[in-house]
């Protein structure tokens, strides 16, 4: 059974940085594309960055966030985090980790089967 449970989230200001957790269960990592997801006030849920199952495959990241947010992942322990520099009002969202399919990543939450709770992330301008 794949659990994910997000951690790391806050009030911070514009051009504040976090670091976002997501603790997995074991196998997960490896056996799963894994991606954190994000949704603003009143918006749909949307594709923050990404990492293949293959460890070989670059992170995909949405143009909003590239350059600015880096996905990376602790196997020994069953971590997967998303580093946040030079957050923006537009940031401000509740951010979800997602595990899913093998294969090459996809930005559809659909390809996406499981899910953490989310941690609330606030930029303040």
């Known amino acids: 059974q794949v659990q994910l449970a997000e951690s790391g989230g806050g009030l911070v200001q514009t051009g504040d940085s976090l670091k976002l957790s997501c603790a997995a269960s074991?196998?997960?990592?490896?056996?799963?594309?894994m991606a954190w997801f994000r949704r603003a006030p009143g918006n749909e849920r949307k594709f923050v960055a990404g990492?293949?199952?293959?460890?070989?495959?670059?992170?995909e990241y949405d143009h909003s966030v590239k350059g600015r947010f880096t996905i990376f992942r602790d196997d020994a322990q069953n971590l997967l985090h998303l580093e946040m520099n030079n957050l923006q009002p537009d940031d401000t969202a509740v951010y979800y980790c997602?595990?899913?399919?093998?294969?090459?990543?996809?930005?559809?939450?659909?390809?996406?089967?499981?899910w953490g709770q989310g941690t609330q992330v606030t930029v303040s301008s």
């Open positions: 997602a595990a899913g399919r093998l294969g090459p990543i996809e930005t559809a939450d659909s390809a996406y089967n499981y």
């Open positions: 074991q196998y997960t990592l490896n056996n799963h594309n």
């Open positions: 990492l293949a199952w293959w460890t070989g495959r670059s992170a």
